[in-house]
């Protein structure tokens, strides 16, 4: 096989005509759905929160989002996440490289994640998901080096975990919102010392909150199971199974987000634990979502590897360097939108957010197109392989020397 995908993980760029389109693909449109699911955290209009009463524009780009983006970007990325977790493994061990020293890589993949994520998380987004994904390399990486069964058996239980888990805290942040207001669930802002403690005070319980809250691990060990299969590098290969993932996966999703919609629109009014159960439902069945919007590129990628445009192999350039452009679509968003910055998020509402997140998104697409006319690596994806690798086996795989 040849070097492999790299993701939000930072491994090697390898030379293009070695690449597989889907992957990178999905990388790069799943980084504009999340960054349109960050806009409206600013705008305050997140998840599970009631806006009957804003504008017909805004409402309607509340439902777009509870049915389409809401805990459905997030899993995709997870999947593509495990996904490239797997692929390194699977490169490692083709290079004859010992498990030791897989482990080895895995952990300090792990704590690099975390270390990025929690920067990320102090000084942009609180509930940035780079720490979430180290804690479950760390947690769940050793699964990479057993047998399929031992993967399978694994996100049984994971599942098991969650559909106990997601209710509860589901149902905990619905109380909230009814006794305290969206305002329990705000962000810091830069401009006291209090924001400054809350922001170092929530750095180690972020990601333990979201490990517990939403199918995080299960998410990635899934990702690692597609990627034993090779299911994104050859989707002609596996398009009927593609099809009923894409088919199945999206639709269920959107048709479980509804009654989470309807209650936000106000159409409906449950009581506090029914609308919390109406959001769990939303998040368990986002797994499902997830899936089938990696699914649904793998197969729009057939089409596209034939005939590739300067638009797709941009979105693609983009997920080659997900990890730069990630951290910088987030920034680009914070910066306009933050209260205490440009501070349009006050203004704009969900549907002048999303606007907000695609234009940001727009123009890291032409820093991604620039950055693969040169043939030039993200630099945070390159920084992130030094810390995996060390500097001079890095600058040896980004060569392309040892890939097999």
């Known amino acids: 096989m040849s070097a492999p995908t790299n993701g939000s993980t930072g491994s090697v760029i390898p030379p293009r005509a070695t690449r597989k389109l889907a992957p990178d693909l999905a990388r790069g449109v799943m980084l504009l759905l999340i960054a349109m699911a960050y806009a409206g955290v600013y705008a305050g209009v997140g998840f599970g929160v009631d806006v009957s009463g804003e504008p017909a524009q805004d409402r309607l780009a509340a439902l777009f989002t509870t049915l389409f983006l809401d805990n459905r970007s997030f899993p995709m990325f997870a999947i593509l996440f495990g996904y490239g977790m797997a692929w390194m493994v699977s490169r490692q061990r083709a290079r004859g490289t010992s498990d030791q020293e897989i482990r080895r890589l895995l952990r300090r993949r792990g704590f690099f994640l975390l270390l990025f994520g929690a920067v990320h998380a102090l000084?942009?987004?609180p509930g940035e998901i780079l720490t979430s994904y180290g804690l479950a390399a760390l947690v769940t990486g050793w699964l990479l080096l057993r047998s399929d069964k031992a993967i399978v058996r694994?996100?049984?239980v994971f599942a098991v975990f969650y559909v106990i888990t997601v209710p509860i805290s589901m149902v905990g942040m619905s109380v909230g919102n009814a006794?305290?207001?969206?305002?329990?669930?705000a962000l810091p802002g830069y401009l006291t010392a209090e924001d400054w403690i809350g922001r170092v005070v929530g750095l180690p319980?972020?990601?333990?909150?979201?490990?517990?809250?939403?199918?995080l691990l299960l998410l990635v060990v899934l990702g690692y199971r597609a990627g034993r299969a090779g299911l994104l590098d050859d989707p002609a290969a596996h398009k009927g199974l593609l099809t009923k993932v894409a088919v199945i996966g999206i639709g269920v999703s959107v048709l479980s987000a509804v009654p989470s919609a309807l209650s936000a629109l106000g159409v409906i009014s449950p009581d506090m634990i029914t609308e919390g159960l109406f959001m769990a439902l939303q998040v368990l069945t986002g797994v499902l979502g997830g899936a089938g919007y990696a699914a649904l590129f793998a197969l729009w990628s057939i089409r596209l590897d034939r005939t590739q445009g300067p638009l797709t192999k941009s979105v693609a350039a983009m997920g080659?360097?997900?990890?730069t452009f990630y951290l910088l679509n987030s920034v680009l968003v914070a910066v306009v939108l933050h209260t205490d910055l440009v501070g349009l998020g006050d203004t704009v509402g969900a549907a002048g957010a999303l606007l907000v997140a695609t234009l940001a998104w727009s123009m890291s697409l032409l820093a991604a197109a620039f950055l693969e006319s040169r043939n030039r690596p993200g630099p945070l994806d390159q920084l992130m392989r030094r810390g995996v690798y060390g500097g001079r086996r890095a600058r040896r795989l980004a060569a392309g020397k040892g890939s097999t």
């Open 123 to 125: 000084l942009v987004f």
């Open 154 to 156: 694994a996100g049984v």
């Open 179 to 185: 006794t305290q207001g969206p305002e329990a669930f």
């Open 205 to 215: 319980f972020s990601p333990l909150f979201l490990a517990f809250a939403y199918p």
């Open 320 to 323: 080659k360097r997900s990890l």
